[in-house]
């Protein structure tokens, strides 16, 4: 699967973003349906963390602690696209974003591993001014 992120930007703190992830799925294979979706981030100079992640059918989703009740992740199947609502942005948020995508099984805990995931959209920067 390809992807492709978006909506990324430079906004105030306390501001709010949205960031959309497209996916080009195989006319043969799994479908976007089938995939499990996450955004990571990654910070100058830091590694890359786990932000979000939602199941196949979009009613279950997990957050890195520090995002829980200000970003909300989202899917929209029969559009193929994952979605993270990012609201009272803080400085400490600013990093390039990156959508991901797995057809295999993932638990609440290998989703937040970076390395379950095979597929990488390109990354959209977000940058939070204090």
């Known amino acids: 699967v390809q992807l492709q992120a978006s909506g990324g930007g430079l906004v105030q703190a306390g501001g709010s973003l949205s960031l959309s992830c497209a996916a080009t799925v195989p006319a043969s294979g799994p479908t976007f349906s089938d995939h499990v979706m996450a955004w990571f981030r990654q910070a100058p100079g830091r590694e890359r963390e786990f932000v979000a992640g939602?199941?196949?059918?979009?009613?279950?989703?997990i957050y890195e602690d520090s995002v829980k009740g200000r970003f909300t992740i989202s899917r929209d199947n029969a559009k193929n696209t994952v979605y993270l609502q990012m609201n009272s942005l803080k400085s400490e948020d600013t990093a390039v974003y990156f959508c991901?995508?797995?057809?295999?099984?993932?638990?609440?805990?290998?989703?937040?591993?970076?390395?379950?995931?095979?597929?990488w959209g390109q990354g959209t920067q977000v940058t939070v001014s204090s």
């Open positions: 991901a995508a797995t057809s295999g099984v993932v638990s609440s805990a290998t989703m937040r591993n970076s390395r379950s995931f095979p597929s």
């Open positions: 939602i199941s196949w059918s979009g009613k279950s989703g």
